[in-house]
Nanobody, 125 residues
Framework: QVQLVESGGGLVQKGGSLRLSCAAS????????MAWFRQAAGKERDFVAA??????STGYASSVRDRFTISRDRNTVYLHMNNLKPRERAVYYC????????????????????WGQGTEVTVSA
């Protein structure tokens, strides 16, 4: 059974950095796409970044490109976040799905089959 467990959230000042971790277990994730989404209170769940496990191809939302980096190592997926902004306060979720050749870096939440419970990030002004 696939299990995704996020950690690393917390309170950070505007312009600060955080590293989120997603511990993945229950199977081998080669051939999977892993992603981070975020959801602010009262808003839709938005794509942040994705990575293909086998080749490490990455994709980012335009709002985070050049500030966030997604990576994977062993059975953990990371999201390094720099220069955080108050509007990026949200619950951050890890997600996984078997890679689809036509959409290797899917950006919509309903493309993903497995989800973690989320980790909250608060950015103070």
């Amino acid at each position: 059974q696939v299990q995704l467990v996020e950690s690393g959230g917390g309170l950070v000042q505007k312009g600060g950095s955080l590293r989120l971790s997603c511990a993945a277990s229950g199977r081998t994730f080669s051939g999977y796409t892993m992603a981070w989404f975020r959801q602010a209170a009262g808003k839709e769940r938005d794509f942040v970044a994705a990575i293909t496990w086998t080749f490490g191809s990455t994709g980012y939302a335009s709002s985070v490109r050049d500030r966030f980096t997604i990576s994977r190592d062993r059975n953990t997926v990371y999201l390094h976040m720099n220069n955080l902004k108050p509007r990026e306060r949200a619950v951050y979720y890890c997600a996984a799905v078997p890679l689809r050749p036509g959409r290797p870096l899917a950006r919509h939440w309903n493309a993903y089959a497995y989800w973690g419970q989320g980790t909250e990030v608060t950015v103070s002004a």
